[in-house]
């Protein structure tokens, strides 16, 4: 599913632990490694498809985590045309996404990277949060450094103590969607 100018809706995830080391997935079969994300279903909010995601890559449920925050709009790259399958070609541009910050509350050995039958990574880590961003495939850094740097002051507002269990969406922000657009 594409919006008009041929964005495929996305949410990106930024899973931190109690030290704000940041969760890197190795895609599974590849030397390539990146925050779990993944596409928006229609009828789905952003939320709804962040936990989908988490679960499918990760293996981690709602209550392994808490939601510290997320990005005000949609990042957008675009992706190379050599890696855009010949049958989307000249009406899929790339991907817009909403990211979120969240705090593993659970244990590393929540983590499941067979959760499901088709893993996406094969190997993670724990990562500095300002990871070294020339290790994300190129047509990704700039998103990666928008919603690093967007969304690291929830951590700052995190270690003063205070609880968050969920953010508002629909908060009359017309710059926060609570749902995929078209």
């Known amino acids: 599913m594409l919006d008009r100018e041929g964005y495929r809706p996305n949410v990106g995830i930024i899973l931190c632990n109690a030290k704000n080391e ?40 709602p209550e392994h985590v808490r939601i510290l925050g997320r990005t005000k709009g949609w990042l957008r790259y675009e992706v190379p045309t050599l890696w855009i399958k010949r049958e989307w070609r000249g009406s899929y541009k790339g991907q817009k996404q909403i990211w979120f910050l969240l705090r593993l509350v659970g244990r590393d050995n929540d983590v499941s990277l067979r959760a499901t039958s088709k893993p996406e990574f094969d190997a993670w880590r724990w990562n500095d949060y300002w ?5 994300v495939i190129e ?16 951590i700052d507002f995190d270690r003063k103590g205070t609880r968050h269990r969920r ?16």
């Open 139 to 154: 047509f990704k850094r700039s998103v990666y450094e928008q919603a690093l740097k967007e969304l690291v002051r929830f």
């Open 131 to 135: 990871i070294p961003l020339d290790a």
């Open 167 to 182: 953010i508002a969406t629909g908060s009359g922000d017309p710059d926060m969607p609570t749902s995929h657009e078209d």
């Open 22 to 61: 940041v969760f890197w997935g190795k895609r599974i079969r590849e030397h390539s490694w990146q925050f779990p994300q993944g596409g928006i279903k229609r009828g789905e909010t952003p939320e709804e498809a962040m936990f989908r995601e988490l679960y499918e890559e990760v293996g981690l449920l």
